[in-house]
């Protein structure tokens, strides 16, 4: 079954306690993304990958660090979080193309950072 | 810069009304792609449909049609004879060139609810 997959789907933690959500994907899809979604202000991307080794800053980068080392796998480190860091976080992916670029997203990963 | 405006926070109408969820975009690239995607109770995030800016026909699914109006920066979406079901939170999304790649910005979305 294709599918995006994001591991934990819950996770409470306290503040500065490095922390990793993996997503993975078995589309083949070079695009992948991260979104952070928060009450009134829809999906905000963190940070995207348009392939392997290419990663690009969306609108709330700050606090949070990706890699993309294989095609599949595009997990978010967050170094030192912080309580303004709680919130819903999505994975997603798509192909790139002419048409193409509409993204299949993961369950999403419900943290909260007290 | 790249924005998407949903102007409606919240819409609520009764079973077999018709209903009309206003999205309006701006970016300064020629080429984009607008989405408009469905957030049920459960969670999830589905994709409805895609738009690539050199393509204004509208286009019609069953109950549901999108009209994407270059001329007004707008890409709206309409559900007939809404049913119970189609409550959900709707947000419409924008994939435009940047510095790197495409970055993708989602409105902040209508949340519909029909009664019974």
């Known amino acids: 079954e294709a599918q995006v997959t994001q591991n934990p789907r819950y996770l409470i933690t306290v503040t500065g306690k490095k922390l990793t959500v993996t997503c993975s994907q078995n589309m083949n899809h070079e695009y992948m993304s991260w979104y952070r979604q928060d009450p009134g202000l829809g999906l905000r991307q963190i940070y995207y990958?348009?392939?392997?080794?290419?990663?690009d800053k969306g609108d709330v980068p700050e606090g949070y660090k990706v890699s993309r080392k294989e095609k599949r796998n595009f997990p978010l480190i967050l170094e030192s979080p912080s309580p303004n860091q709680t919130s819903l976080y999505f994975c997603a992916s798509s192909r790139i193309g002419t048409e193409s670029y509409e993204q299949y997203f993961g369950p999403g990963t419900r943290l909260t950072v007290t | 810069a790249q924005k998407v405006t949903q102007a409606q926070t919240e819409i609520s109408v009764v079973e077999k009304e018709d209903v009309t969820l206003d999205c309006v975009y701006e970016t300064r690239d020629t080429t984009y792609y607008l989405f408009w995607y469905k957030q049920p109770p459960s969670g999830e995030l589905v994709f409805l449909i895609r738009?690539?800016?050199?393509?204004?026909q509208n286009e019609i699914s069953g109950r549901y049609s999108w009209n994407f109006q270059k001329s007004t920066s707008s890409f709206n979406f309409t559900i007939t004879a809404s049913q119970v079901v189609d409550s959900a939170v709707y947000f419409c999304a924008l994939s435009a060139r940047d510095t790197g790649g495409f970055k993708t910005i989602f409105g902040a979305g209508t949340r519909l609810f029909v009664k019974a």
């Open positions: 738009r690539n800016s050199f393509d204004e």
């Open positions: 990958s348009m392939n392997v080794e290419v990663t």
